[in-house]
């Protein structure tokens, strides 16, 4: 179907959507669990489980789709998540037991990490080179407006048994309605007019970069002739990957792997319990402090879009990390030496610069690059590895987290000053590692890398 009749708003919306399904279903979970587990009668490891088995699904799902996606392109595979996303939610809306929980969990899990494989690289490839930060960092505005609408769901559910069904069926339900969204949307969205040029289908690409620049200054036959150009480059298939784009892949891992390893789901997580303990704040309230920090995560990732084709990529990396190392390292030495009762409120004045700091800078711009630094016909499975690696950063924190606190003997200073020391590691990543892309095509980024590339072979042959 042509993009003829679709509003550029619409097709960036639509095509975000997986992210807000993503950030939806995260956020549900914290609220629904804990009545779950009365409910079933489970027990912890138990209930844990039934949290953590999305991230199995999602860490299979990541990896499997990049290649499908390469094959069959990016709308088709949207259109497939959504259906798990649907089967999912309903799954687990009437789940009867642990057993069906679990299962129903790890099929939101692959809808979950196709979703966040496959977004960034299909925004990546319909954005114009002056736009595509922002519109990239739309992935990221629906994962921060998904935990949120999911802390409202939380809310609005609670202790209504609605249809002699119980409050948390409704919670995990609500998600049938952003799931339906997405499968609509994929069905009338364009397919991306890298893929399509990819697979000789210049006509359709035309068409669609037509309409989609539009009302902007960007020449799209001029852009249609450079994605040919790139795209008629000798192939080195999969191999490629281990050849000229390798720095693309140790980036892409590297930079999801920090993203999680400096702490902000624990942070996400953990924040009602340092209220609870900290202030003696009654436990019915903490879903308070959820909506609270989701606000400030939203908040700031808007800010995060309207600034990012104004600031180069790096910059905004390295302004993030030395926030969130300054924030978390001071926090982390009050809690060492300070009473309980007295470093609450700096603990929380400390945690709000902290989500700001990563908000505004490695929570969109890892997404969006990881849409960016792979060629072409790579950039399915490139994108798979760095969301993969996402996922397995964010399992290993999570797992690891209680356990390093219990380690510390409850004390808070303990695991942020683990977390102190990936985001002093994130500073130097980003000076030595992390190329710039802002401004730049992603037939030029492809090109200055394969240059880069030849260069370096041609200096070891010598």
Not at 45 to 61: A, H
Not at 251 to 258: G, H, N, R
Not at 346 to 365: D, E, K, N, Q, R
Request: overall charge neutral; aromatic content about 12%; proline content about 3%.
């Amino acid at each position: 179907m042509k993009a003829r009749h679709l509003s550029t708003f619409f097709i960036f919306f639509f095509g975000a959507l997986g992210g807000l399904l993503f950030g939806f279903d995260t956020g549900i979970i914290s609220g629904a669990s804990p009545l779950i587990e009365s409910n079933f009668n489970l027990g912890t490891e138990q209930t844990g489980f039934i949290v953590s088995s999305v991230l199995i699904g999602s860490s299979v799902g990541a990896l499997s789709i990049g290649s499908l996606s390469d094959r069959f392109g990016r709308k088709r595979l949207l259109v497939l998540a959504s259906i798990l996303f649907l089967i999912g939610s309903g799954l687990s809306m009437f789940a009867q037991g642990f057993v069906s929980m679990v299962i129903a969990r790890i099929i939101l899990g692959f809808a979950v990490g196709s979703a966040s494989a496959l977004t960034p690289a299909y925004l990546a490839e319909l954005a114009d080179a002056p736009h595509r930060g922002s519109l990239g960092t739309m992935f990221q505005l629906m994962i921060t407006l998904g935990i949120l609408l999911a802390y409202v769901s939380n809310l609005g559910f609670l202790h209504h048994n609605l249809l002699g069904l119980r409050d948390w069926r409704w919670m995990l339900g609500s998600a049938l309605i952003p799931a339906l969204m997405l499968f609509v949307g994929s069905i009338i969205l364009p397919e991306s007019p890298r893929y399509l040029v990819e697979k000789g289908r210049i006509d359709e690409a035309r068409d669609v970069l037509h309409e989609l620049r539009a009302k902007t200054d960007e020449d799209p036959d001029k852009e249609l002739a450079g994605i040919q150009e790139v795209a008629n480059q000798p192939k080195g298939g999969l191999k490629e990957l281990f050849t000229f784009a390798r720095p693309a892949v140790i980036v892409a891992i590297l930079l999801m792997l920090l993203q999680q390893l400096v702490g902000i789901n624990s942070v996400i997580y953990f924040l009602p319990q340092v209220f609870i303990k900290g202030f003696g704040f009654p436990e019915s309230n903490a879903i308070w402090i959820s909506v609270g920090i989701g606000i400030v995560n939203f908040l700031c990732t808007i800010l995060a879009y309207n600034i990012m084709d104004r600031f180069n990529r790096r910059t905004i990396l390295l302004f993030g990390s030395i926030v969130m190392a300054l924030s978390i390292g001071i926090l982390s030495i009050l809690n060492f030496t300070l009473k309980v009762q007295d470093a609450a409120v700096p603990t929380m004045i400390l945690i709000g610069i902290y989500i700001f700091g990563f908000a505004v800078s490695w929570g969109p711009i890892c997404w969006l690059m990881i849409g960016e630094i792979f060629p072409l016909n790579v950039r399915g499975v490139g994108t798979s590895i760095g969301s993969a690696a996402n996922w397995i950063g964010n399992f290993i924190v999570s797992q690891f987290f209680l356990e390093l606190l219990h380690m510390f003997n409850n004390n808070v200073g303990g695991p942020f000053a683990v977390f102190t020391f990936f985001a002093i590691v994130s500073i130097f990543f980003v000076i030595y590692m992390v190329p710039e892309t802002r401004g730049k095509t992603l037939e030029q980024i492809e090109m200055d890398m394969r240059k880069n590339a030849a260069l370096k072979s041609a200096a070891q042959n010598k």
